[in-house]
């Protein structure tokens, strides 16, 4: 089940997105960004709709994914 962004407390949303970065360990290419400037790209992709919020009853977790 997607979970709309806007519909999350802000705190609860940098909190969420903040886990996803750390979780993730992406190589970001020749220069390592900081979290802020990785938590404000993860809400930039949320506002364009190029990722989603999605919450797995079965499995109950939630996680940032990829618009196919």
Known sequence: ?????Q???PD???NLIEYFVLREGTDYGD??????EKVQDVKLQLMSGDV????SELHES???KRVT
């Open 7 to 9: 519909d999350l407390d």
């Open 31 to 36: 220069r390592e960004k900081s979290l802020a």
């Open 12 to 14: 609860t949303l940098t």
């Open 62 to 64: 939630i996680d940032i």
């Open 1 to 5: 089940m997607n979970i709309p962004w």
């Open 52 to 55: 989603v919020i999605v919450w």
